[in-house]
């Protein structure tokens, strides 16, 4: 019997290699489709909320039509999509969350959602590495000097240099795929590592004010939620030792953005590094822009040549756990009762 399967990517993660792994996993029983979406269709908001979001939705009613699996980065699966599309059975997205679902929906309609948890934690983890180091190095500010034609010998200057990360301790704020990475990686500079994750007991856990109040360098690698919403505000920031460094490759929302550029203002934090925003793109005029000692990167920190391809595999290979019966390995709603 052949299964009907849509292919809704986008150029982040292409539909090519959506469907190569397809192929490859499961073989030519599929007839595969395939639909181009605009970027992002879906942002990086909350898992599972997406309701009610976008011109996309008409096309991908018609694209859905006698589909029984969609694979999408970012394609959104609202209640309306739901309801035009008796024959779905499966939603496989390919990104860390089921941010495209709403899961609520989707189970009431007994559509498994999948998703590809962990499949760009390599390139955030080096990512961060490399904003981390960026900041306390003050690389790019040094670098626009001298594109600027300006040779300033006054960053060698004792008040003007940062940490070390041999002998420092680096805070990690969320212990899971991203966090752990950058702990192996620290580790191997030398540096102490502290954890604070509420969910996840590891040798170096301290509470957050501890470990805040401990450590040199901070890194944010918990999930967007309510709990974590404005975790670093002023008096956070407040506790970490002067002089020290942070890094959010996380989300926006963790971070009060407002305190941090205070903290950089001040001089009270050497510096930070940021990869995500509490609006993206940041708006003209925010005082993110003009802060000093501030290295920003374009929400980028996830991409690399072999997140999209990771991505493809881990969402093909619960394509083939489906059509031959199997559990899913990275379902996000309770399984229906037909799978
Ligand atoms: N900038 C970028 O391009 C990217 C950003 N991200 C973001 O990075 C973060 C980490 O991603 P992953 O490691 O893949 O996620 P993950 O789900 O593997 O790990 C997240 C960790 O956060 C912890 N956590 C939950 N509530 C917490 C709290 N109140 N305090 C501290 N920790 C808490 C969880 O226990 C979990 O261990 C997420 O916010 C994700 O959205 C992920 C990929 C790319
Ligand atoms: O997590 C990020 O920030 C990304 O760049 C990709 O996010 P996603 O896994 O698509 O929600």
């Known amino acids: ?33 395939e639909l181009t979406l605009p970027w992002p269709v879906v942002p990086f908001g909350p898992v599972g909320e997406v309701d009610e979001a976008s011109d996309v939705e008409d096309e991908l009613i018609d694209a859905l039509r006698g589909v029984e699996i969609c694979v ?9 999509v739901l309801e035009a599309a008796p024959d779905l059975k499966l939603f496989c997205v390919s990104r860390g969350g089921p941010v495209n679902a709403n899961l609520e929906a989707a189970t009431a309609a007994g559509v498994a959602v999948t998703f590809a948890p962990g499949r760009n934690a390599v390139a955030t983890a080096e ?76 040798p170096g856990s301290v509470e957050l004010d501890e470990l805040l109040s401990r450590s040199g360098f901070v890194s944010l690698h918990a999930r967007a939620t309510p709990e974590t919403t404005g975790m670093i505000d002023a008096a956070r920031l407040a506790l970490m030792p002067p002089g020290s460094v942070l890094v959010n490759c996380a989300r926006g929302s963790l971070l009060d953005y407002d305190a941090l550029c205070d903290a950089l203002d001040s001089g009270h934090l050497f510096g930070a590094a940021l990869d995500v925003f509490p609006e993206e793109p940041i708006p003209p005029g925010s005082r993110l822009l003009t802060t000093p000692n501030l290295v920003m990167t374009p929400h980028l920190a996830g991409a690399s040549k072999e997140t999209a391809v990771k991505a493809a ?16 390995a990275h379902c996000a709603n309770p399984a229906p009762a037909n799978l």
């Open 313 to 328: 595999r881990i969402v093909a290979a619960d394509v083939a756990r489906y059509l031959r019966g199997e559990p899913l």
């Open 72 to 80: 999408t980065q970012m394609a959104p699966l609202t209640r309306r």
């Open 1 to 33: 019997m052949t299964v009907r399967v849509l292919a809704a990517g986008d150029h982040f993660v292409q539909n090519r290699l959506l469907i190569d792994a397809l192929r490859s996993e499961v073989g030519g029983e599929l007839d595969v489709r």
């Open 127 to 202: 990512h961060t590495l490399a904003m981390l180091l960026a900041a306390t190095r003050r690389i790019p500010q040094t670098h626009a000097d001298l594109a600027g034609g300006v040779w300033r010998g006054d960053y060698y200057m004792y008040d003007k240099v940062g940490p070390e990360l041999e002998g420092g301790t680096v805070g990690l704020v969320g212990y899971g795929a991203i966090g752990r990475r950058v702990a192996r990686m620290v580790a191997g500079f030398g540096a102490e590592v502290l954890v604070f994750d509420p969910y996840v007991e590891t």
